[in-house]
């Protein structure tokens, strides 16, 4: 491969919602400060907002104050959040949706002028251009330069400070090394770790995005990196088949969730995210299944309004009514749990971040779905925490030099990814073993298959075959840049698939039902567990790190 080094001030890993907006911050408050954006697809339709979406989930709307939305955070995740992250990060969501519209974003108004509310911290939006407006404004900075199509594989850290990262052009075909004063990432969370809803063909049909393989996660582990709360997953509650949302139908028309005989189940379990996928999975385990959101009787407004909503964010579903020939308020819409996901933008998951978005290793940043601690952020908080952490980076760089990155060791780094282009000692092919890394997590480490529900033994054989996987994956053969980049996105995720169980088998009881249904301590454990579970690679072994707890009137950084 072609090699090339690249010297930038700030490294951005990411393109989507954090990233592009972090990329505007640093270019309106240090417009002289060079910074690159390096994104494995292209920012124009990348990321979590590639689709569009038709609301701001996260807004501090008339008659409220960030402390509710901490509030809110802090009781939809039993209390195991930083409120001193959630607190700062609500702050800012008015202003960045306020930047939004001006940047272009339709926010929906009523006669008044006023948003419109869908909900205490919701505003309508026609959001299908969202992430194209994000990237024009970023493709007009004179100090951001894009590189789309580059995949970052690794960081380059020395004495736990980071120096840049390495990553190749999978159209390009060159071999990239990026020094960098400092660097954000804004990769986002992890899908695909568990076997989907929908198999073969269909198997990118799924909540989150399908391409977001843990990346960040994985570089920042086996860099040594702090992560916490892994063990919280998350779970959507989704409409069966199209895994379109239900959100839309809930807060939209106000369905309840009913089972098969017509009885509305969802206050028998409880209103938070979590609660209401436990209570579907049990109804159906009980025999009272299937479940819906109950539509049948919304007005033929409301009809309109669904058929229009969902056509601009899941087309699937506005089919599935047009091809059943029945509108909504004529057939309830069945629902069903996903695949479990790694995602710190609707739970707490990933970097153990303090509140400038700091992680535990000198110089690196995080925001958005990759970051921890933060949960419920959406749209809006991965913006403000894009925010942050490109403040935060700006005054960082102010008193550091370019890092040098050796030429022995990129030398290494560079043989590391050749190496795949000439082994051909495989047996297995990249989506073969991916395969088999699904079933093994959707068996034993509490997937579909199981209802969501492990136990130790279960933990410790799923690892035992994620180690196993992890030797095979050394051994895959790519033809290309394209299946050089599969090969990395498979590695990812096993590297993450041993974080989770580790932090699994450590949360030794049941606070989160589905997200974390531990068999063999099913009760919840306020006097043990009231923590955070923590996570460090030390000496080729993950060690855990329980926290206490921090709120929002506490400051907690890395030198505590």
């Known amino acids: 491969m072609k090699s090339e080094k690249l010297i930038t001030d700030i490294l951005i890993i990411g393109g989507g919602t954090a990233g592009c907006y972090a990329g505007l911050t640093i270019a309106k408050n240090s417009p002289g400060t060079k910074v690159i954006i390096c994104e494995k697809a292209n ?3 990348s990321g979590c907002l590639a689709s569009g979406v038709n609301a701001l989930n996260a807004y501090i709307t008339e008659g409220h104050t960030p402390q509710d939305y901490v509030d809110y955070a802090r ?24 930047r939004l519209e001006k940047l272009g974003l339709v926010i929906l108004k009523d006669e008044n002028g006023k948003y419109v509310t869908r909900g205490n911290r919701n505003l309508k939006i026609n959001g299908e251009n969202i992430k ?31 120096k840049g990262a390495y990553g190749f052009g999978t159209e390009s075909g060159i071999f990239y090394t990026i020094q960098a004063k400092a660097v954000i990432i804004a990769t986002g969370g992890a899908s695909g770790l568990y076997k989907p809803n929908n198999a073969g063909f269909s198997r990118h049909k799924m909540w989150y995005s399908p391409f977001n393989t843990g990346a960040g996660y994985a570089m920042g582990i086996r860099a040594g990196a702090e992560m916490t709360t892994l063990e919280m997953r998350f779970i ?20 309840k969730q009913i089972n098969s005989l017509g009885e509305v189940y969802e206050n028998k379990y409880g209103l938070t995210t979590s609660q209401r996928v436990h209570g579907t999975v049990t109804e159906n385990i009980e025999g009272r299944g299937p479940c819906y959101l109950r539509t049948e009787g919304i007005t033929p407004e409301q009809d309109e309004s669904l058929l229009k909503a969902y056509l601009n964010m899941s087309p699937s579903q506005t089919i599935k009514w047009i091809e059943s020939g029945k509108n909504p308020s004529q057939q309830n819409v069945e629902i069903e749990g996903t695949e479990p996901y790694i995602v710190g933008g609707h739970t707490a998951s990933g970097y153990w971040v303090d509140t400038k978005r700091a992680t535990t290793i000198n110089g690196l940043f995080a925001s958005g779905d990759v970051a921890g601690g933060c949960p419920q952020k959406y749209v809006t908080g991965a913006l403000a925490e894009g925010e942050i952490s490109a403040l935060s980076a700006i005054d960082y760089i102010k008193s550091e030099k370019t890092p040098d990155i050796s030429n022995a060791e990129i030398s290494e780094h560079l043989s590391e990814t050749e190496k795949y282009f000439s082994d051909t000692s495989s047996l297995f092919t990249c989506e073969q073993l991916e395969e088999a890394m699904q079933t093994v997590m959707d068996s034993y480490a509490g997937g579909i298959k ?34 050089l980049m599969f090969i990395y996105e498979l590695k990812e995720r ?25 068999l063999d ?10 923590c955070y579970i923590n996570s460090r690679l030390e000496n080729g072994s993950l060690k855990i790190i329980k926290r206490e707890l921090v709120k ?3 400051i907690y950084e890395h030198s505590n």
């Not at 039993?78 to 202003?95: A, P, Q």
């Not at 959507?236 to 939209?252: E, H, N, V, Y």
């Open 450 to 483: 199981t209802n969501y529900r492990f136990n130790e033994k279960q933990l410790d054989l799923a690892d035992e075959k994620i180690s196993k996987l992890e030797k095979l994956a050394g051994n895959l053969h790519a033809d290309d840049c394209h299946e």
């Open 236 to 255: 959507a509650l989704r409409c069966k088949d199209t895994i379109s949302p239900t959100g839309t139908l809930a807060q939209g028309v106000g369905a």
């Open 43 to 45: 920012i124009k339709r």
């Open 132 to 162: 194209p407006i994000l990237a024009k404004a970023v493709e007009n900075l004179p100090n951001v330069r894009i590189m789309n199509h580059v995949n970052i594989t690794d960081f380059s850290v020395e004495d736990n400070r980071i």
């Open 75 to 98: 009781k939809d995740a039993d209390e195991i959040v930083r409120g001193d992250l959630l607190l700062t990060m609500s702050e800012r969501l008015n202003s960045v949706t306020e």
């Open 494 to 518: 096993l590297t993450v698939c041993h974080s989770l169980i580790a932090h699994l088998k450590a949360r030794k009881e049941t606070r989160w039902h589905s997200f974390a249904e531990n």
């Open 521 to 530: 301590y099913p009760e919840k454990d306020n006097i043990n567990f009231r």
């Open 552 to 554: 929002e009137n506490q």
